[in-house]
DNA sequence: CAATCAACCTGGGTGC
DNA sequence: TGCACCCAGGTTGATT
């Protein structure tokens, strides 16, 4: 399931490979990934040249020309930088074309993703604004996250997966920063107390930094713009590492569900009230 | 405002 | 072997 770091990791690898390329044509099997319409986008895109790529939370932002282009992978998607002559990839639903022989492949197991053109700058404001903070920018300060904590009773889990609060966390992610902070999943965000936050607000930071430094988790479906897994799964501490031992305790990792999430923490590092494990 | 749940999908796993 | 069922989780939207 790509989240900010695989996103990232993907974004760099388009930077070096795909800017400067030429969509001579699209290939797609399923229009519903497609939007705002197959015509609109194929009207869009066709002749243009990749200018430009940056990510907002797990979204992707290329400009073909002037015009932006923004692809969601959702839990399943991935883009693939391919020849064409290369061997079929399964589950692909859009190809585009490409010149020097190239192709960028959209596939999707289970086809929630989406590309999709915006109409103009006000288009991409718009779509932006719905998110929150983002890690990495000069946004994403303390003062700004405590006063989200803060402000919300809502259970902390649910609060980082947020999209609207906090963007580009996801479910690994999320479950990492809480291992790290050693907070209980269910603690409410308003509970939590100014060394918890201050805590918690790093850890979510340092949790991306080294997802990003592995390029990205291949737990499931996800692959870099190579098809090439990421190298971080063996650096989780508690993301379905359940019945294992907890690497800072020993004790026994357990999965519950939090907002109807599979989530994985240790009962004894990481309790709803101060904690008595201490840290390394 | 918070919590829950269905919907969007399909492969993989389990149990009978 | 076949079949019914459940699970995985990003996001939206409806309902309690």
């Not at 939007?35 to 009207?43: A, G, N, S, V, Y």
């Not at 190809?95 to 053109?117: A, N, P």
């Not at 690994?172 to 201050?198: F, G, M, R």
């Not at 907890?246 to 599979?262: A, F, L």
Request: hydrophobic share 35%; proline share 5%; net charge positive.
């Amino acid at each position: 399931m790509p989240e900010l770091p695989e996103v990232e990791t993907i974004k760099r690898d388009i930077e070096k490979h795909l800017i400067g390329h030429k969509i001579t044509d699209v290939w797609y099997d399923w229009a519903k990934g497609l939007q705002p319409d197959p015509e609109t986008f194929i009207k869009q895109v066709k002749g243009k040249t990749f200018k430009d790529i940056s990510r907002w939370a797990k979204l992707f932002i290329f400009y073909v020309d002037s015009v932006p282009l923004v692809v969601h992978l959702k839990l399943t998607g991935r883009l693939l930088y391919r020849n064409q002559t290369d061997p079929k990839d399964q589950f692909t639903h859009v190809v585009l074309k490409l010149d020097r022989g190239k192709e960028l492949r959209f596939t999707d197991l289970r086809k929630f993703g989406w590309l999709r053109v915006l109409k103009d700058e006000g288009g991409l404001d718009e779509l932006l604004s719905e998110f929150g903070i983002e890690p990495f920018t000069s946004d994403f300060t303390l003062e700004k996250f405590t006063a989200i904590i803060k402000s919300k009773a809502i259970k902390i889990k649910p609060l980082l997966m947020d999209q609207h609060l906090i963007a580009g966390v996801g479910n690994i992610y999320s479950d990492e920063a809480l291992w790290c902070a050693q907070i209980h999943p269910e603690t409410p965000a308003n509970k939590l107390s100014s060394d918890q936050v201050i805590k918690l607000y790093e850890c979510i930071q340092k949790v991306l930094k080294e997802g990003i430094e592995d390029r990205g988790t291949s737990v499931d479906e996800y692959l870099d713009l190579f098809g090439r897994p990421g190298k971080h799964e063996s650096n989780l501490q508690v993301f379905r590492k359940n019945g294992q031992a907890c690497p800072r305790c020993g004790t026994t990792i357990r999965k519950i569900r939090v907002g109807s999430r599979g989530t994985h923490y240790c009962p004894n590092c990481q309790v709803k009230s101060a904690n008595s494990c201490n840290y390394r």
